[in-house]
């Protein structure tokens, strides 16, 4: 929801109309990525902090420099704070900007995927490992070699092959690596370098992942978009097209790639028939909520689907302080998506 629209909105009246509740309220949180590992669902988002900056397009206003997870016994019950699971400060890589992270389970160990700023100013993607699901995590020296931009997620196959799925444009810089190397012009600028209105849209990566789910296996490849006719997405197709926050799950048999719209504020999807595309656009998933960003995972509890998210709702439409929601997804029988409205009319 554009920032200027905020300001006329009745919070109070908008909080009872709202289909879901902060799962948190004691710390703002964001882009909830949803798991269960144990019978028990774990949910990894982002920690926002007010960096006391003016709100800005390359995410200057986001003081983002540890991750906590939540846990809940189950889709009913408390959302309990197992308190700081990373910090940037623990990272000899990363200097700030810890954004949207990712969790992962194999052989009795638990991975946390994240995006943080080098000293250098560019984005990379760490891993970091813990003996339980809520961390402490030691991170890795490096980031993952051949990484670049933001919002990992990592997506484990029926057959036990892991899958990255990663990027986001503007502030996350996916559009200074269309040709393979950092173009570092117009720092100042964070739509620099985008593809013109009638060009294909910038997509977001996709590599398998090595054994060990500690790097690539594979240089990163492009997730295609489709159109109902076999074309790819324009990037002038804003309310379509991707522009960050890749989630991947399987539903009868079906690749589900979903992702945020960015600027125009939705949750869309497309489907495939493996964990590389190209999908097909579907339609949307979650209409606009309060605040300038939107960003989800998707998980399966118990039978019934889920839609984490999050929205500015709590923090009165400041656009960068945001909490944390979940609310259950439906499909109709030839497998599409019913879209979800954050707020009742």
């Known amino acids: 929801m554009p920032e200027e629209a ?19 309220s004691h710390i703002y949180t964001a882009d909830p990525s949803a798991h269960v590992f144990n019978k028990k ?12 900056e003016a709100f800005d397009d390359l995410g200057s206003h986001f003081a983002m420099e540890d991750y906590h997870v939540i846990s809940m016994d189950s889709i009913d019950s408390d959302a309990v704070d197992n308190g700081l699971a990373l910090h940037v400060n623990d990272v000899p890589w990363a200097e700030k900007q810890m954004w949207a992270p ?71 810089q996916l559009q200074r690596w269309k040709t393979g190397v950092f173009n570092a012009e117009h720092p100042e600028n964070p739509t620099a370098h985008l593809p013109k209105d009638n060009e294909p849209a910038l997509t977001a990566k996709v590599a398998k992942m ?19 006719k076999g074309n790819p997405l324009l990037a002038g197709d804003r309310e379509r097209r991707f522009f960050e926050g890749p989630w991947v799950h399987k539903y009868h048999g079906k690749y589900y790639f979903s992702y945020s719209t960015g600027d125009t504020h939705f949750i869309c999807y497309a489907t495939g028939d493996n964990p590389y595309g190209p999908f097909t656009y579907q339609g949307k998933i979650l209409n606009p909520v309060v605040g300038w960003t939107s960003h989800h995972s998707i998980c399966e509890v118990e039978g019934k689907w889920y839609l984490f998210y999050h929205d500015s709702s709590l923090s009165k439409g400041v656009t960068h302080l945001r909490s944390i ?12 998506i019913n879209t979800l409205n954050p707020y009742r009319d």
């Open 210 to 228: 090595t054994n060990d789910v500690l790097e690539f296996s594979e240089a990163p490849r492009d997730i295609v978009i489709l159109d109902a």
């Open 6 to 24: 905020i300001e006329h909105i009745d919070f109070e009246s908008l909080n009872k109309k709202a289909i879901s509740k902060p799962l948190v």
């Open 325 to 336: 929601k979940v609310a259950e997804i439906t499909y109709n029988e030839d497998g599409t």
């Open 102 to 172: 990712d969790a992962a389970h194999k052989d009795g160990k638990y991975y946390l995927f994240f995006p943080a700023k080098g000293y250098d100013g560019i984005f990379r993607i760490g891993v970091a490992v813990s003996e339980s699901p809520v961390g402490p995590f030691k991170p890795q020296p490096e980031a993952i070699k051949g990484s670049f931009s933001i919002d990992p997620a990592v997506f484990e196959d029926e057959d036990g092959s892991y899958y990255m799925y990663f990027g986001g444009i503007w502030g996350g």
């Open 41 to 52: 669902i774990y949910i990894y988002p982002s920690h926002d902090v007010d960096a006391g």
